[in-house]
């Protein structure tokens, strides 16, 4: 019968060390990507509402030019057109986001 080695630890230390062990790799492969991942989003989040933000303004540009630079081709009965005009450049680039979204070749 082989005799027990002197130098090995006793099984609560391993349980131990191999707790420790565990959190540590759970850490390391899930606490530090997901910091990654905040940044990632955060940075996302902001440029998406900068983008959005200057959208809007430049849609107000859009209507403000229309109403003003175009002399009366835009009174009386017509007075809505600028309106209508200024929403389907907005769903135009809306459009445009969408189709920029969609993925090439349709390879996943």
Not at 28 to 44: D, N, S
Not at 71 to 93: D, K, M, Q, R
Request: charged share 15%.
């Amino acid at each position: 019968m082989p005799e027990p080695r002197q130098d090995a630890a006793s099984l609560p230390e391993l349980v131990t060390e191999l707790w420790e062990l565990v959190v540590a790799y759970a850490k390391q492969e899930t606490i530090e990507p997901i910091k990654g991942l905040g940044r990632f989003v955060a940075f996302g989040v902001a440029g998406s509402l900068l983008l959005g933000i200057g959208l809007v303004i430049l849609l107000i540009a859009v209507l403000r030019a229309l109403q003003t630079e175009t002399g009366t081709t835009f009174e009386g009965n017509w007075s809505w057109a600028p309106y209508l005009i200024t929403v389907a450049v907005g769903l135009l680039l809306v459009a445009f986001a969408m189709a920029g979204t969609r993925s090439k070749g349709g390879s996943s």
